[in-house]
């Protein structure tokens, strides 16, 4: 059982290249969101989803896209990088939304 | 915004004392997780108090919630080294669908 897997761990890209940010469970988990992680900050949510087909927006959803064709996978695509989306990225799962949230050991994202 | 604040944002203290965290929010919550992330880390859960809960206990955890003042507290007993890490409090907003992360409390527990 691997849990949330995310790759890559690490990425450099240079303003305005696009990339996907993989996230996949194994728990057979309805639900999945996106965070990003910036010093002194916490936690902030990029976009969710309660289930394979639906998707909505979090607090910080500008500049990022989502689609769950699947149960397993909730993909965070960054559409044209910009320096302000250098960050932390992490992907959770749960049962439910108010329940125990899984997370993944993360992405770091450095925009050049 | 963030929905919780957690207090105080840094703590220092030897093993073997106990470390106390707070968490403040400001709306009604259906519950209240608290989450401990190591450097470099994932997070990862610690215990989740329901609304209608007012203490929980969990190994050398101990979680309070008081929903008349809206705040709870993180009580880790006989500190050790590997406690060291940032601990995040989150809630869930009565009505929404989404947790909401404070900014955290460094601990530090030197041996």
């Known amino acids: 059982n691997a849990g949330v897997t995310q790759t890559p761990k690490f990425q450099v890209l240079k303003t305005g290249q696009s990339m996907t940010l993989q996230c996949a469970q194994d728990?057979?988990?309805?639900?999945m969101s996106w965070y990003r992680q910036d010093p002194g900050m916490g936690l902030r949510l990029i976009h969710y989803s309660v289930g394979a087909g639906i998707t909505d927006q979090g607090e910080v959803p500008n500049g990022y896209n989502v689609s769950r064709s699947t149960t397993e996978d909730f993909p965070l695509r960054l559409l044209s990088a910009a320096p302000s989306q250098t960050s932390v990225y992490f992907c959770?799962?749960?049962?439910?939304?108010?329940?125990?949230?899984?997370f993944g050991p993360g992405t770091r994202l450095l925009v050049l | 915004s963030q929905q919780g604040e957690e207090d105080p944002q840094a703590l220092s203290i030897q093993e073997g004392e106990n470390a106390t965290m707070n968490c403040s929010y400001k709306?009604?919550?259906?519950?209240l997780q608290w989450y401990r992330q190591n450097s470099g880390r994932g997070l990862v859960h610690l215990i989740l108090i329901r609304s209608n809960e007012r203490e929980k206990h969990s190994g050398r955890l101990r979680v309070t919630l008081d929903t008349s003042k809206k705040s709870s507290s993180l009580l880790i007993t006989a500190s050790r080294a590997a406690d060291t890490a940032s601990y995040f409090c989150?809630?869930?907003?009565?009505?929404?669908?989404?947790?909401?992360f404070g900014k955290g409390t460094m601990l530090l527990v030197s041996p």
């Open positions: 989150a809630t869930v907003e009565s009505g929404y669908s989404t947790l909401t």
């Open positions: 959770a799962s749960s049962y439910e939304y108010q329940e125990t949230q899984y």
């Open positions: 728990m057979n988990h309805e639900y």
């Open positions: 709306t009604s919550i259906n519950n």
